[in-house]
């Protein structure tokens, strides 16, 4: 890596931890400059003010759940192992980005998000959404505005990373149960026999 591409991803890392720590809202670029061990001046070379870093940071880890996303999908299967699949995708990425996650899923970030971070955030809600469509379509999943029925998984979801990041120990069977208990929520109820 080049001593630019070495700093600039110092500064990225350096500020997932700080607005971590700190909140995004919080977090004073120096603090970012300090703890990256560079000047404020050389932050503000490669990213012109808060917001852009705060944009880069963003776009960074949001764009790398989509591409873990995409790797894992699985073509030709049914909506509940495509779910499936995208739910250990997703909490896999918790588990191995904790500081990510909780910078993209637990803060705010309406008051500084550009328009290339929304599109990259879109990507994402786009993925999920043709899923739940196309299951839709298939007789898979429920009815519904897939935006809503999305909202409850993904609430579910971030509650059980939020409880595993407070200490909850899930062993591989209580993913399963968790699993289960998400696609509960999407899953087309069966008519009683």
Known sequence: MTRAGGTRAALLEAALAVFNERTYGDTPVAMVADR???SVGTLYRYFPSKEALGNAVYRLWKQTLVERLAAEHVADASSENIFAAMFRTFIGFAADHPEAFAFLELQQHESYIDVDS????ASVDELAVEFVRSGQKAGEIRAG???MLLALVYGAMVGLV????????LGDDDLAVAL???????D????AE
């Open 145 to 147: 505005d897939p935006h």
């Open 180 to 186: 289960a208990g998400c696609w509960a929520l999407l």
């Open 36 to 38: 990256a061990g560079v």
């Open 118 to 121: 929304r599109d990259v955030s």
């Open 188 to 191: 087309r109820p069966r008519p």
């Open 162 to 169: 939020k409880a595993r990041r407070a200490g909850l120990r």
